[in-house]
């Protein structure tokens, strides 16, 4: 059985303020023992979140991080080293975000994911189409090949140690949701190309669904079969509606 996963990603938001009530309204939280649960702060914040949650089961985890392990000669990065350092145990790779705005391409994300590993960080690979690609009926494509560039490279075997979370761009932000079938498509066909390599690595990843989840439809995503649990944005900068979301895994 894989064990859920409910991660929060904050993207660019707070201010020391705010991330100060939000980390009040998560210690406050009852949360369900068989779920991980983890937030994703911007990186100015990740010392104040991380010492605002000391001793709660409530990991931590960068949103980007840099193509090379160590701390260096990298002006305005920050090192998978120096994010161990700082408490976390997570990072997101190629959110759609990173992908689009930040024009972050599979050959640099490919480095990130490697440069997070050999820190002992666990990467959180984000992959998803955009509308554009599901209406021209591109979607397990573009995300076989989000998924495929690190398996090329890395091996199969860099999964077992990582979460992939499948976040159609089209469902970000919009309120739009991927309804529970069209996600566990995708999610069944990432575990399938998984499989094609190594079942037992297939079977024990966890795939996180992201997109407009609330806790009102969280709990239909969650059921079914290959979604083990989400990547939320806005819904979790409100500590009830993120711990409503996470009892939602819990069930
Ligand atoms: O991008 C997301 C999480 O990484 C999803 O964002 P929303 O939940 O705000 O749609």
Redesign the pocket.
Known sequence: MRRPMV???W?MHGTRASVAELTNGLRHLALPSGVDVAV?PPCLYINQVVDALKGKSISVGAQNSAVESMQGALTGEIAPSQLVDAGCSLV?IG???RRQIMGEQDKMLIRKFAAAQACGLIPVL?VGETLEQREAGKTLEVVGRQLGSIIEDLGVGAFAKAVI?Y?PVW?????L?ASPQQAQDVHAAIRAQLAAENSEVARGVRLLY?????AANAAELFGMPDIDG???????LNADEFGAICRAAGN
């Open positions: 991660a929060g990603n993207k994703f997101l959110h759609s975000e984000c979370a976040e469902a970000i932000g919009t309120g949701t992201g997109g407009s989840v609330k989400g990547l939320i944005g806005g819904a979790s």
